[in-house]
């Protein structure tokens, strides 16, 4: 069963940058499509950026474009989100998903941005 763990939260300053990382096991990450979700607080889980299995297609949320970037290195098993120009509201916590047949989750880690 795959498995996903986040890492590269943390408290940036407004208009700073970050890198978040996704680490994938238990299986070939190149057969999933991926994606970044996130939730802040008092607010529904939305989609932030996905990618097909070979990132022949991404997407990205309205609020995010050209500032977030998704990747992802399936010989490293691994999906970044770089993260650009970050705003008040980025402030939430990230989740990187996989998706084939079942979707899989990641535990979440914390995007704090301050002014």
Not at 9 to 17: A, K
Not at 68 to 91: G, P, W
């Amino acid at each position: 069963q795959l498995q996903l763990v986040e890492s590269g939260g943390g408290l940036v300053q407004s208009g700073g940058s970050l890198r978040l990382s996704c680490a994938a096991s238990g299986s070939n990450l190149d057969r999933y499509a991926v994606a970044w979700f996130r939730q802040a607080p008092g607010k529904e889980r939305e989609g932030v950026s996905c990618a097909t299995t070979r990132s022949d297609v991404t997407n990205y949320a309205d609020s995010v474009k050209g500032r977030f970037t998704i990747s992802r290195d399936n010989a490293k098993n691994m999906v970044y989100l770089q993260m650009n120009s970050l705003l008040l509201e980025d402030t939430a916590v990230y989740y990187c998903t996989a998706a084939s047949r079942s979707r899989y989750w990641g535990q979440g880690t914390q995007v704090t941005v301050s002014s």
